[in-house]
T-cell receptor, first 114, second 111 residues
Framework: EPEVTQTPSHQVTQMGQEVILRCVPI?????FYWYRQILGQKVEFLVS????????KSEIFDDQFSVERPDGSNFTLKIRSTKLEDSAMYFC????????????FGSGTQLSVL | DAKTTQPNSMESNEEEPVHLPCNHS???????IHWYRQLPSQGPEYVIHGLTSNVNNRMASLAIAEDRKSSTLILHRATLRDAAVYYC????????????FGQGTRLTINP
């Protein structure tokens, strides 16, 4: 079965540094998402992306965050100046369409900000 | 998105059926009931979804109450691999595409 691929699986960075988390969604999918999960807490929506633009974002997704689909296969999440509280597992997801279409999630990138 | 209520945790034995309940008394007519699960150290994984009728797939069955105010995810024969957090999520056929996760039910399977 096709899957969403995320790299790296773990990333350690210093506070204030920029990080880019990478995702390869399923090839024929059109909708892309980033979620995060702080240890012991629930999965939180960050942003959804369709047709090369953000379709929805949460309050968490402030000016420090940006997303990009730089080519036909990758979908990236950039955090410009990381904070300690950005430490979390970040999940990328994709779906083929809208409405009731199911989301396929990657295995996540564990980001640790020191 | 309308709210769902699930027990925080449940426990069952291997090879026995498991019934995971979900209450959604404020469900609207266009809301589908979705179930996802999250295995340890994994991303969420789709399990099943339905609107009004009961649904079956290779992973599970979904039983939906006649008034749609509650539903039950049924794992017919639990294995150790089914130990996960199970999320019941309402999602409209229209509008926002995101899934809104609650706390879910942590299912423990005893050997």
């Amino acid at each position: 079965e096709p899957e969403v691929t995320q790299t790296p699986s773990h990333q350690v960075t210093q506070m204030g540094q920029e990080v880019i988390l990478r995702c390869v969604p399923i090839s024929n999918h059109l909708y892309f998402y980033w979620y995060r999960q702080i240890l012991g807490q629930k999965v939180e929506f960050l942003v959804s992306f369709y047709n090369n633009e953000i379709s929805e974002k949460s309050e968490i997704f402030d000016d420090q965050f940006s997303v990009e689909r730089p080519d036909g296969s990758n979908f990236t999440l950039k955090i410009r100046s990381t904070k300690l509280e950005d430490s979390a597992m970040y999940f990328c997801a994709s779906s083929i369409g809208q409405g009731i279409e199911k989301l396929f999630f990657g295995s996540g990138t564990q980001l640790s900000v020191l | 998105d309308a709210k769902t209520t699930q027990p925080n945790s449940m426990e069952s034995n291997e090879e026995e059926p498991v019934h995971l309940p979900c209450n959604h008394s404020t469900i609207s007519g266009t809301d589908y009931i979705h179930w996802y699960r999250q295995l340890p150290s994994q991303g969420p994984e789709y399990v099943i979804h339905g609107l009004t009728s009961n649904v079956n797939n290779r992973m599970a069955s979904l039983a939906i109450a006649e008034d749609r105010k509650s539903s039950t995810l049924i794992l017919h024969r639990a294995t150790l691999r089914d130990a996960a957090v199970y999320y019941c999520i309402l999602k409209s056929a229209q509008g926002a595409q995101k899934l809104v996760f609650g706390q879910g039910t942590r299912l423990t399977i005893n050997p």
